[in-house]
C-alpha cells in the first residue's frame, strides 16, 4: 500500500505505537498475491493476541475501520486517531432473585 514511501511509513508506525504505550510486535505485509490482505493482516494479529493495529492511514484497510474493530482497537498516524474496537453484548447474569 505504501508504494516508495513504505520504510518512513513502518518508522511512523512503530513510533506511533510506542507513543501510545503499545508493546510493539510486527509490521505485516502480506504477499502481494494476496487476494484479502486486510484479512490475512488480521489472522496473524488474532494469533498474536495483539490489543490494537497501527497503520499509517485508513488507506491501508481499505477505508474499512469497522472491519478492524470487530475484534481489535485501530490506530491511525495519519491522521492520529484512535477507532476503538466494536464492544460485545454483555454476559447474562442468572441465578436465582
Known amino acids: 500500500m505504501s508504494g516508495l514511501q513504505a520504510p518512513r511509513h513502518a518508522i511512523a508506525v512503530q513510533r506511533h505505537a510506542r507513543a501510545l504505550g503499545y508493546h510493539y510486535v510486527y509490521t505485516i505485509r502480506p504477499p502481494q498475491d494476496i487476494d484479502d490482505a486486510i484479512g490475512y493482516a488480521l489472522g496473524i494479529a488474532a494469533g498474536l493476541d495483539v490489543a490494537a493495529i497501527v497503520v499509517y492511514g485508513l488507506d491501508q484497510?481499505?477505508?474499512q475501520p469497522a472491519r478492524v474493530c470487530e475484534d481489535f482497537d485501530l490506530e491511525t498516524v495519519c491522521p492520529a486517531t484512535t477507532?476503538?474496537?466494536?464492544?460485545?453484548?454483555?454476559?447474562v447474569e442468572t441465578g436465582a432473585a
Open 83 to 91: 477507532w476503538a474496537r466494536v464492544a460485545g453484548p454483555a454476559p
Open 61 to 63: 484497510v481499505d477505508d
